[in-house]
């Protein structure tokens, strides 16, 4: 295909799929002007007012209308503008959209996408900086995304517009600008992750921005001699136990990076399924690195305080190396 | 009634009195003029993180309506929040601070323009979230009916803000439970770059509060003085236990919808028609038809410029806050736990 940002490739993969699909329409606030980063630009001038619809700023209807648009049929791509403003539509989102087809003995199929755009956004604090993604995560019923390149902006969000489930689609407010190349034909499957980078000394299992952090870091981390694996999850759930279990049987070592607060994030949910499922496999213990457990403050020294820096990265990968032990299985 | 104050003939002491307090109104929005100009000036400068969103043009509703309140009185406001909080009382110097991030400003640093608020001078916070303020405006007014104290709250809200349902739960609580409080709704035309109109049914927010009960106005919200003078009725009826009510101003947005938006989807036509509806302007005009001399308006500007252009150097003077106050005031229990 070509070369471009992760915005315009979200955007041609919602430009293909409403060509393709004349159910698909797209529903949120300021939309027809293009969306709040560019993403749906020229999309109305296309597909018209009646198919990229401008909502008022009701975001639990703009989610309870979808889910009841899918209900009948239709297959809905719901903006939430960032992540933080779902939360007024949680309701729909949770009770609602995730439950619908179980409650009703699997009668009706709610083909939802809900974009909710995730991380610091800088110098918006802590209201608009949230990463949220381990919450949906918690909730049966949704499959949970999260991109890091353009190429993956372009096939996952197909695949969600494609997907039957609801799925909670959760692009990065600072990679809209990134660019790459999106081949032709490119296609990445849901609860597919990807190896960034291989490595044969440490795994990182990242996701979304913190995926470029952890490459930062590989490649510094290099320059000393250690092998850095970076896989990058793409979809959180359900997540790729396979690629995941055959890179630590490989490097004995793991180390979760994301931006979300730590504590309770998704990292504790692979760290503790590797931890459970691979123990005779670890030559060292588990880690976790994620943001500390406080809001996204606004001021500049503050706000690094919430952020999660490539050093960080590179030096807990060195700590999980320095605690290197024997492999389990070898000691018994 | 006779509320006509404007009229000059034969009532030189009233004429005075009501001079002096359009000077006060005028002082307030040149005040709130001066200290977004200079805000857009610190984004553009780079000395102000993410955006600011200005109240530029806007600035009779602010002054208009906080001319009615005690020092003690409540507010809520939104993401467009400077004019209210200077309306209140906040000292432009902290607020400029809080602005550039600095650890003197108002919230140490961790608001910003969007989370500015100030106990002190009751200013209960902007916000982030549309329509947030206004079940918080609610809840406050329900305290001070609780412990019988005589305060009232004011709750500002964008035109966007009446298509949430916070909008719908919020007046029917404090119509319900009797509330003191004055629900302003600062109608500018735009909920971000989407013109309200468009998406929005029904004759606007003062029949919805009619619907449900209220009682309340609709008024030119540039022309200070009706602001001024419609929130002061309201306010008193509300003063005196007549429950919520609702002031429907229609002003504009001079500016983009922030600091970064250019505002490009209006029409030059549409935006010069509402410039030459300032509300500075205006108000300047109506003081030299009672005789002020433009010299005094010009002093009140050159006042309010210096305050503002002291604040902004202040501000970028102060120290940045510590690292580690970012872990202050999270929580008591558990405190000191980040991971
Ligand atoms: C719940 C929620 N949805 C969307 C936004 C994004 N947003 C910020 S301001 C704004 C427009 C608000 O319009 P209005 O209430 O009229 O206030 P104005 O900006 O015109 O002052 C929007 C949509 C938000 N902050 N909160
Ligand atoms: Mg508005």
Known sequence: ?332 | MERTLITTSGASGRNDAHVARLLELYRTMARIRAFEEAAEAAVGAGLVKGVVHLSTGQEAVAAGVCLNLTRTDLITSTHRGHGHTLAKGADPRSMMCELFGRASGICGGKGGSMHIADFGIGMLGANGVVAAGIPIAVGAAHAMKLSGEDRIVVCFFGDGAINRGPFLEGLNWAKAYGLPVLFVCEDNQYSATTCTAQVSAGAGPLARARAIGLDGLEVDGNDVVAVDRAAGELIRRVRAGEGPMLLHARTYRIKGHTSSDPGAYRSPDELAAQIARDPLQRAARMLVELGVQPDAIQAIERAAKDEIDAAYAAAAAAPWPEAMHAFSDVQDVGAGQWR
């Open chain 1, 1 to 332: 295909m070509a070369v471009m940002t992760y915005a315009e490739a979200a955007r041609q993969a919602l430009r293909d799929a409403m060509r393709r699909d004349p159910r698909v329409v797209a529903i949120g606030e300021d939309l027809g002007r293009g969306g709040v980063f560019g993403q749906y630009k020229g999309l109305q001038q296309e597909f018209g007012a009646h198919r990229i619809i401008d909502t008022p700023i009701s975001e639990a209807t703009i989610v309870g209308a979808a889910v009841g648009m899918a209900l009948v049929g239709h297959r809905p791509v719901v903006e939430m503008r960032i992540a933080d403003f779902a939360l007024c539509a949680a309701d729909e989102l949770v009770n609602q959209g995730a439950k619908a087809r179980y409650m009703f003995g699997g009668q009706g199929r709610v083909p939802l996408v809900v974009r909710q755009p995730i991380g610091i956004w800088t110098g918006f604090a802590a209201q608009h900086s949230q990463s949220l993604e381990a919450w949906y995560v918690h909730v049966p019923g949704f499959v949970v995304v999260a991109p890091s390149t353009p190429a993956d902006n372009y096939a996952l969000l197909s695949a969600a517009i494609r997907c039957d489930d609801p799925v909670i689609y959760m692009e990065h407010k600072e990679l809209w600008a990134t660019s790459g190349d999106v081949p032709d034909g490119y296609d990445a499957a849901l609860g597919k992750a990807r190896i960034a980078r291989p490595g044969n000394d440490l795994t990182i299992v990242t996701w979304s921005k913190a995926v470029h952090l952890a490459l930062e870091a590989a490649d510094a981390a290099a320059r000393d001699g250690l092998s850095v694996e970076v896989i990058d999850l793409r979809t959180l759930w359900p997540w790729d136990r396979e690629t995941v279990f055959a890179s630590v049987a490989r490097t004995g070592r793991l180390l979760v990076v994301h931006e979300a607060v730590q504590a309770a994030g998704f990292g504790a949910e692979i760290a503790a399924t590797v931890a459970e499922c691979l123990d005779g496999e670890l030559v060292a213990p588990v880690r976790r690195l994620g943001a500390p457990r406080i809001p996204v403050p606004y001021a500049p020294p503050l706000e690094d305080a919430a952020r999660i820096t490539a050093e960080q990265i590179l030096a807990a990968a060195r700590q999980t190396v320095a605690a290197t032990r024997r492999r389990r299985s070898a000691a018994e």
